[in-house]
């Protein structure tokens, strides 16, 4: 009679989503294994009765020793969802009465998640949305909820639907979010452009509106269509070769000549001078109001 071959620990570990308790790693594979595969390199022991494999990412195996989940701007990093600025400490989330011993840039959130809320050692989408509405400004958290949306036809819906379900002093962060996210968005820095005239309360841009010109048709970043202002978020990125100065002169010119008001802005004005930003759209939005009347 054959016996069926003990599964492999970093086979088990796989399929477990990369870490996991030495318990679960019993019930499918034996402690030789176990032992064998430690003392070569090809698992890791993370914390006390706690493995991972070593090829896992130095985030998720912070996160797998304090016996945790991957969460907020983190998880949405590992996840490639859009970030305003990229995270600079771990955030991990853990059980409520979890005691781990975080070794460093760690920031512990303390929550009971659900089996769905997790995939694979990292939050949800929509878990992570909503843990963003709540460790990220309006404008940041904005742009993960856009790139979540751009990404998953129903997940507006989906989130809409769960931040009006939650409870407590977040709950209107998150409604806000859902108010106002958009799977249009190309890219955080417009989101971020976006969210400063929101929080200016400067309403009515939407973004990615296609216009026709003279010269063809244009798309642009955001548009205020009954006042005909343009707002453009200008990355150095596309826009650093003497082509591309030629380029976005000619589609600027067009836009004026089709009766557009045109307003550029840098990412260095958009991230660290957005009350100027605010005040100047505000001042414009308020100048073609009079003009219009």
């Not at 949405?76 to 409520?96: N, S």
């Not at 639907?161 to 962060?173: D, E, L, Q, W, Y």
């Amino acid at each position: 009679m054959s016996t069926r071959p003990v599964p492999s620990p970093v086979e088990v570990l796989r399929a477990l989503g990369g870490s996991a308790e030495r318990s679960d790693l019993l019930r499918l594979t034996s402690q030789h294994h176990v032992q064998v595969a430690v003392a070569t390199g090809r698992l890791l022991r993370v914390a006390r009765g706690r493995y991972a494999l070593p090829t896992l990412p130095d985030e998720r195996l912070a996160a797998a020793a304090c016996r945790g989940v991957l969460s907020h701007q983190s998880a949405a990093a590992a996840l490639r969802l859009p970030l305003v600025v990229a995270p600079d400490q771990i955030h991990v989330t853990v059980g409520r009465g979890a005691r781990p011993t975080a070794a460093g840039p760690i920031v512990l959130h303390r929550r009971t998640l659900l089996h769905h809320d997790v995939d694979e050692g990292v939050t949800t989408p929509l878990r992570t949305v909503l843990d963003c509405c709540l460790s990220l400004p309006f404008r940041e958290a904005l742009a993960v909820a856009d790139g979540a949306a751009a990404r998953a036809a129903g997940f507006a819906n989906a989130f809409a639907s769960a931040a009006a379900a939650t409870s407590g002093p977040g709950r209107a962060r998150r409604l806000r979010v859902a108010a106002e996210l958009s799977p249009l968005a190309e890219n955080p820095f417009e989101s971020a452009l976006r969210g400063t005239l929101l929080e200016a309360g400067l309403t009515g841009f939407t973004p990615q509106v296609e216009i026709l010109t003279c010269d063809g048709t244009y798309r642009v970043d955001l548009v205020h269509e009954s006042l005909r202002i343009v707002v453009e978020a200008d990355s150095f990125e596309f826009h650093g070769r003497r082509a591309d100065l030629e380029r976005d002169c000619r589609r600027y010119d067009e836009l004026v000549r089709a009766g557009w008001l045109v307003l550029r802005f840098a990412w260095e004005q958009v991230m660290f001078d957005e009350t100027w930003v605010a005040e100047l759209v505000s001042d414009v939005v308020r100048q073609r109001l009079k003009r219009s009347k």
